[in-house]
């Protein structure tokens, strides 16, 4: 797989329900950071963590990062209709370098 | 709160056209990046800029892409002779100083090269 893979690429669930995406890597980075993407509009920011970090919450988020077997996790609790969106991990690689290397996605729909 | 702003929001053109897009990052943002998203694909790193130079690119941003910072507020990307290929969401991005960074993202300026 390539750096930066998400999975599942599609997800539909109740509101309310939780919502957990996954995202693996293959390279070392510095940070990982995961966005929201609205059908056809920008990235928002949602948390970044860094590689010594372990978990991390913000919100009703919660992201975890395995450096060991390269994943992250990103959990959306209590899900919202408004929390239907595109979801990219894009990581940061640990080369002093700031290119962002995104991952394919996970849409989400969240069913109200 | 502060955002990347990006004009315009949609742009067409003719291929073999020269483009220019533009992007007014965050006042006290240092770093400034463009990326792009064909329709459907990943997002894609094409170059970052730091203290009026260029401090990465990757192989897309070839001779015919070129950025500027022409003003103290403005980022550009220039496509010098724009391809059918060159259609995709160019978004600009910025960050602070500083060794691990959020990127700030705007909304994205839609090219059609028809």
């Known amino acids: 797989s390539q750096q930066g893979e998400e999975d599942p690429q599609a997800l539909s669930i109740q509101e309310g329900e939780n919502a957990t995406m996954n995202c693996s890597y293959k390279?070392?980075?510095?940070?990982l950071q995961w966005y929201r993407q609205n059908s056809g509009r920008g990235l928002v920011h949602l948390i970044l963590?860094?590689?010594?970090?372990r978990e991390k919450h913000s919100g009703r988020l919660r992201v975890t990062l395995d450096t060991s077997k390269k994943s992250s996790s990103l959990l959306i609790t209590a899900s919202r209709a408004a929390d239907t969106a595109s979801y990219f991990c894009a990581t940061g690689p640990d080369t002093g370098r700031r290119a962002l290397t995104f991952g394919s996605g996970t849409r989400l729909q969240v069913q109200p | 709160e502060p955002e990347v702003t990006q004009t315009p929001s949609h742009q067409v053109t003719q291929m073999g056209q020269e483009v220019i897009l533009r992007c007014v990052p965050i006042?006290?943002?240092?770093?400034f990046y463009w990326y792009r998203q064909i329709l459907g694909q990943k997002v894609e790193f094409l170059v970052s800029?730091?203290?009026?130079?260029?401090?990465?690119k990757s192989e897309i941003f070839d001779d015919q892409f070129s950025v500027e910072r022409p003003d103290g507020s403005n980022f550009t990307l220039k496509i010098r002779s724009t391809k059918l290929e060159d259609s995709a969401m160019y978004f600009c991005?910025?960050?602070?100083?500083?060794?691990?960074?959020?990127?700030?993202f705007g909304q994205g300026t839609r090219l059609t090269v028809v």
């Open positions: 006042s006290n943002h240092l770093y």
């Open positions: 800029f730091y203290n009026n130079e260029i401090s990465e």
């Open positions: 963590i860094r590689s010594n970090e």
């Open positions: 991005a910025s960050s602070v100083q500083g060794e691990v960074t959020e990127a700030f």
């Open positions: 390279t070392s980075i510095n940070n």
